[in-house]
């Protein structure tokens, strides 16, 4: 959990060694990938120079990628995701039954980074144990830094419950 966080607060301070442009988080659900981008992101919003981040899950994307096909504005939806500094997408196995946005998604990822963006992605198992994704994708999220996450064990779980319970 401790690499996953400090590779996620690197890439959203991109300091000066300039980490890796792409961040793969793995575990299970409950485990708490999204808290744990939540609170890696959340110390430069709202500050001065304020971080333009999109945050949205793989199934919305489906879904958007899949309008902006029907009604031809598909560079509208790529402009529109262009125009931030860090994209977060939250459970790329969703992308598992629609080939054409993982394509999409794939040639996004290339110009985010390329660039100067960086990219987050979460998904429930590293990516080459997801069935379904193109062997483009998975190899996107292998060309950064990979960080899996477990759930908490009994000894967190129960500072957490004290913690929220006060």
């Keep these: 959990c401790q690499l996953a966080f400090v590779a996620a607060t690197q890439l959203r301070d991109a300091r000066a060694s300039r980490p890796a442009p792409l961040l793969t988080i793995s575990g299970p659900p409950g485990a708490g990938k999204s808290h744990l981008v939540t609170q890696a992101f959340s110390g430069r919003r709202g500050s001065a120079d304020d971080l333009r981040v999109i945050e949205v899950a793989a199934e919305e994307f489906v879904a958007e990628w899949m309008e902006a096909v029907r009604t031809r504005r598909v560079a509208e939806m790529r402009d529109l995701y262009l125009a931030h500094e860090?994209?977060?997408c939250e459970d790329v196995q969703s992308?598992?039954?629609s080939p054409g946005a993982q394509e999409a998604f794939v040639s996004l990822i290339d110009e985010f980074?390329?660039?100067g963006g960086r990219v987050v992605v979460t998904c429930p198992a590293p990516p080459?144990?997801?069935r379904g994704l193109a062997p483009r994708l998975v190899g996107r999220c292998h060309g950064g830094v990979s960080a899996s996450i477990s759930l908490p064990g009994r000894a967190s779980r129960l500072k957490l419950l004290k913690h929220f319970a006060a």
């Design 86 to 88: 860090v994209l977060v």
């Design 113 to 115: 980074t390329a660039g």
């Design 128 to 130: 080459q144990e997801l």
């Design 95 to 97: 992308f598992r039954h």
